[in-house]
């Protein structure tokens, strides 16, 4: 009795999958006041072209599956994250991530961007370690970025008030917050560094910040 009920938990699930992402598909599309021909335009402008009449029938329920290419570029037309589309959040407490596996959609959601489950700390050189230091990198990048523009706006601020009873303190403001820049951009270089030597490559800096990857110079004298 068990593997018939298992057999068409099977059979029915891709068409239970394609029917949520179609459903998100028509509330993001209706969000955006989209048509199913804007939207095909956009899948076809990013190289993988659906037509607006297989949208229709993918909204309508009368596609059973839907290929990978075809749910990655819904998701980036519709500028919507990859996981948003798979794992509707908002939609109830648990999903069908897969036939035989239903599980809290959070959980679910947590497995497909591959967040670390429980803070269980994953083990060197594992896929999930690798995006943990994508991750790491990108607070990183974030963090320098604000320390700098925080420390070049008080030194202005500083140089405006000179001459006046406040430029002793933002002048000590200004060194503090220089301070706490040239240590975020230290460990930023080293983090990049290390992804490098790993293996890795890390993302472009902003342009504010493409000195760290500048060569050091040799020291003088």
């Not at 593997?3 to 599309?29: C, D, F, G, N």
């Not at 970025?145 to 008030?161: F, G, N, W």
Request: glycine content about 4%; charged content about 25%.
């Amino acid at each position: 009795m068990y593997p018939s009920l298992m057999e068409e938990s099977s059979e029915h699930w891709p068409a239970s999958l394609t029917a949520r992402i179609a459903r998100v598909v028509k509330e993001q599309r209706g969000r955006q006041g989209m048509t199913t021909h804007d939207l095909s335009e956009a899948c076809e402008a990013r190289g993988v072209p659906i037509a607006a009449n297989t949208i229709t029938k993918i909204e309508k329920g009368q596609r059973d599956s839907l290929r990978l290419e075809e749910a990655i570029v819904l998701a980036h037309a519709l500028d919507l994250p990859l996981v948003a589309l798979l794992i509707p959040l908002e939609a109830q407490a648990d999903i069908d991530l897969l036939p035989n596996v239903t599980i809290p959609v959070w959980e679910a959601a947590a497995w497909v961007t591959g967040e670390d489950h429980l803070g269980e700390a994953p083990s060197p050189g594992s896929a999930r370690a690798v995006l943990g230091t994508f991750r790491e990198h990108d607070v990183d990048v974030r963090t320098a970025l604000i320390s700098t523009r925080e420390a070049h706006s008080r030194r202005v601020q500083a140089r405006q008030a000179l001459g006046s009873a406040r430029y002793e303190q933002l002048a000590r403001q200004a060194d503090e917050l220089d301070r706490m820049a040239h240590e975020d951009c230290a460990r930023l270089k080293a983090v990049r560094d290390q992804m490098r030597a790993d293996g890795l490559q890390p993302a472009p800096l902003p342009t504010t910040l493409e000195f760290v990857d500048a060569p050091e110079r040799p020291a003088s004298g």
